[in-house]
């Protein structure tokens, strides 16, 4: 299986599941969470290019959204595998969409915020379980960081801009 089908298989399981422990494994990840505050923890596997994102349900932390990176962010190498089977970390937001048609909803591209804070251009596609999110560059410009969540965690953000 590759990193990307087990990153999938691991979303919206426990913290100590078998799939998530094999996954860490693979990895090369430390298995202690850091707490972030409130109700989300944090596990970063940085020479694979993946931030792992918990959320709290009771009783156990949930694995709800996946970072993947292109490499030289934060300190963060580059993802290897493919993304959906055949987008890589070095396609650009056309070829994305050609391999995964058109998204479920785009958006960015907005004014920097207090000039600090950018706007990117983003395409969200999703699927039965999960979506996926790229975020980009520039409007036709490479991968920035692409986020994998579940469906619900990606409900609840919509929501929440309502």
């Known amino acids: 299986m590759s990193t ?3 990153l999938l298989s691991a979303l919206n399981t426990t913290a100590d599941s078998p ?29 694979s ?15 709800n959204n996946v970072f993947l990176f292109p490499g030289g962010r934060d ?5 290897q ?20 048609g058109l998204p479920s909803w785009s958006g960015g591209g907005g004014p920097a915020i207090m000039n600090t804070l950018v706007d990117y251009h983003w395409d969200r596609f999703d699927f039965e379980t999960y979506s996926v999110r790229f975020d980009y560059e520039e409007e036709q410009g490479g991968i920035r960081l692409v986020s994998v969540m579940t469906r619900e965690l990606m409900l609840q953000l919509i929501s929440n801009r309502v």
């Open 81 to 100: 595998d493919a993304i959906e089977s055949q987008v890589s970390m070095s396609s650009t937001r056309s070829e994305v969409r050609s391999i995964l």
């Open 4 to 6: 990307y089908k087990a």
């Open 49 to 63: 290019g993946v931030d792992l994102s918990f959320g709290w349900s009771k009783p156990s932390w949930m694995l």
């Open 75 to 79: 300190g963060f190498g580059e993802f």
């Open 19 to 47: 799939e998530l422990q094999a996954l860490l494994a693979r990895l090369n990840s430390p298995s202690a969470l850091k707490k972030v505050g409130g109700y989300r923890a944090r596990l970063a596997a940085k020479a």
